[in-house]
């Protein structure tokens, strides 16, 4: 794999099985339940329809033509409008632990500053340890319940970022 065959890009319309395939993979392969959680969740099978809306963005990382993780951001559900949520952050074992999920964690929060959001939100899985030390790492502080209306009531992991 050459760092000159990878590409964060936005998703695109024949996109959707890719990314579902690797969010599914996760799921089975770090034994995250699978109800109340994003495997669950209909967006998962059509997540370029889901993020078509001016105030949210899903990007991909695609490695010679293969899609191999993602992750988005849209406002938070049930909440204040000002506060945005990482969603579907999600990579192939193939580029894990490589700097890529870094990447695009900083695109998402770059995105999340240029769309105007003040706040980020994530909720996550305490089998997800790399990525939550990725989070915190990052500046985004521990919650002791969810927030919005987000349906993933399998997460037991909230976490907050002033941008």
Excluded at 1 to 22: F, H, L, S, T
Excluded at 24 to 35: G, K, Q, S, V
Excluded at 110 to 132: P, R
């Amino acid at each position: 794999m050459n760092k000159d065959n990878i590409v964060i890009r936005e998703i695109g319309p024949n996109d959707n099985a890719g990314i579902e395939q690797v969010i599914r993979a996760c799921f089975h392969e770090f034994n995250i339940p699978l109800e109340g959680t994003a495997y669950t969740d209909p967006e998962t099978k059509q997540i370029f329809q889901a993020y078509q809306n001016t105030n949210d963005v899903y990007f991909v990382i695609e490695v010679d033509g293969e899609i191999l993780g993602g992750g988005g951001l849209k406002p938070l559900s049930g909440f204040e409008t000002t506060v945005c949520e990482i969603q579907k952050m999600y990579f192939s074992s193939k580029i894990r632990g490589k700097g890529y999920g870094k990447l695009l964690f900083s695109k998402c929060l770059e995105a999340a500053k240029s769309l105007g959001y003040k706040q980020c939100y994530i909720e996550s899985s305490t089998q997800l340890k790399a990525a939550i030390h990725i989070y915190e790492t990052h500046g985004f502080k521990h919650l002791d319940r969810a927030l919005g209306d987000t349906g993933h009531f399998s997460c037991g992991v909230w976490m907050l970022k002033d941008l």
